[in-house]
C-alpha cells in the first residue's frame, strides 16, 4: 500500500521559515512527478508546487514563486518544500501527492493518484 507521509508542519511568525518533508513508500519514487498542494479553511485545495521524477524541473504557482523551493531526494524517497518569507494567507493544510499522469508540470489535483494526510501550517502576524 502505497503511503505519503508529511512532516514538518507548525506555527511560525509572519517572515519565517519552515521546511515541510515527504515520505513516500512509493517502489519507484524517481519516476514520480511529486506535488505540493494546500487547502485553507473554507477554501479549495489549491496548487504549489511540483516537481519532476528527476527533480531537474520544478513548476511553481504564481503566489509562492520566489519564496517557496520544491526538491527532492530520490535515494530517500522524500520531496520537500522549503517555505520562507511566510505570510498569514500561507495558513493552511499543506498535502504532498504523486502524480500518476503523465506530463509536466502536473499543476491540477486530477493528475494526482496519491495524497498524504497532510500537515498544518499556521503563520500569525
Known amino acids: 500500500q502505497v503511503q505519503l507521509v508529511e512532516s514538518g508542519g507548525g506555527l511560525v511568525q509572519a517572515g519565517g521559515s519552515l521546511r515541510l518533508s515527504c515520505a513516500a513508500s512509493?517502489?519507484?519514487?524517481?519516476?514520480?512527478?511529486m506535488g505540493w498542494f494546500r487547502q485553507a479553511p473554507g477554501a479549495e485545495r489549491e496548487f504549489v508546487a511540483a516537481?519532476?521524477?528527476?527533480?531537474?524541473?520544478?513548476y511553481y504557482a504564481d503566489f509562492v514563486k520566489g519564496r517557496f523551493t520544491i526538491s527532492r531526494d530520490n535515494a530517500k524517497n522524500t520531496v520537500y518544500l522549503q517555505m520562507n518569507s511566510l505570510k498569514p494567507e500561507d495558513t493552511a493544510v499543506y498535502y504532498c501527492?504523486?502524480?500518476?499522469?503523465?506530463?509536466?508540470?502536473?499543476?491540477?489535483?486530477?493528475?494526482?493518484?496519491?495524497w498524504g494526510q497532510g500537515t498544518r501550517v499556521t503563520v500569525s502576524s
Open positions: 512509493l517502489r519507484t519514487f524517481s519516476t514520480y512527478a
Open positions: 501527492a504523486a502524480a500518476i499522469s503523465s506530463g509536466f508540470p502536473p499543476s491540477s489535483s486530477g493528475r494526482y493518484g496519491y
Open positions: 516537481i519532476s521524477g528527476s527533480g531537474g524541473n520544478t
